[in-house]
T-cell receptor, first 115, second 113 residues
Framework: DSGVTQTPKHLITATGQRVTLRCSPRSGDLSVYWYQQSLDQGLQFLIQYYNGEERAKGNILERFSAQQFPDLHSELNLSSLELGDSALYFC??????????????FGPGTRLTVL | GESVGLHLPTLSVQEGDNSIINCAYSNSASDYFIWYKQESGKGPQFIIDIRSNMDKRQGQRVTVLLNKTVKHLSLQIAATQPGDSAVYFCAENIEGNFNKFYFGSGTKLNVKP
């Protein structure tokens, strides 16, 4: 158990809908990362927050957004869902974010299925 | 448990043998690399890392080799155990950033008892 929790574990929804995925980082970690793992593209970095502020951005679609709250939990919002958004979404957390690597601890993921 | 379902290359080894998993990375400017292990139903787990100023790094039963000339990484697992069965993938940092990584597609390691 990494100490990172994600809810829900599974989510099934329809095209065009909007969903929110939630992540609670390990106790003491200030940085949260979101990743998408799909069948055809492997693991892709989406976005990172550090202490409430966006720190780094990857290949995140405009239909997707995230935020980190004062209690450090984070939410990933996916809107206007398409079939191709079906994937595993992972959250990871680390102590800090900076000029050196801080080990990222991954949660168990949320499996999103868009029908 | 959950599985990604990617059509991954598979390496099958006998328990007790050594395993070598290879990865080709894409950007010659990448200066930091990580190997991850992902078991079925779980998120990726850090195994070992290496910086570009090194060509070899050893951990407990694992060794990572880096060949910058051909942009190639390998992960060697000594005395492979059934618990090593998982998908392994490498990651390289993007634009020198320690918060952004590009991940390879992975290799599935199957350890036969």
């Amino acid at each position: 158990d990494s100490g990172v929790t994600q809810t829900p574990k599974h989510l099934i929804t329809a095209t065009g809908q909007r969903v929110t995925l939630r992540c609670s980082p390990r106790s003491g970690d200030l940085s949260v990362y979101w990743y998408q793992q799909s069948l055809d593209q492997g693991l892709q970095f989406l976005i990172q927050y550090y202490n409430g502020e966006e720190r780094a951005k990857g290949n995140i679609l405009e239909r997707f957004s995230a935020q980190q709250f004062p209690d450090l939990h984070s939410e990933l919002n996916l809107s206007s869902l398409e079939l191709g958004d079906s994937a595993l979404y992972f959250c990871a957390s680390s102590v800090a974010a900076g000029v050196a690597y801080n080990e990222q601890f991954f949660g168990p993921g949320t499996r999103l299925t868009v029908l | 448990g959950e599985s990604v379902g990617l059509h991954l290359p598979t390496l099958s080894v006998q328990e007790g043998d050594n395993s070598i998993i290879n990865c080709a990375y894409s950007n010659s400017a990448s200066d930091y690399f990580i190997w991850y292990k992902q078991e079925s139903g779980k998120g990726p787990q850090f195994i070992i890392d290496i910086r570009s100023n090194m060509d070899k790094r050893q951990g407990q039963r694992v060794t990572v080799l880096l060949n910058k000339t051909v942009k190639h990484l390998s992960l060697q697992i000594a005395a492979t155990q059934p618990g090593d069965s998982a998908v392994y993938f490498c990651a390289e940092n993007i634009e020198g950033n320690f918060n952004k990584f590009y991940f390879g597609s992975g290799t599935k390691l199957n350890v036969k008892p």
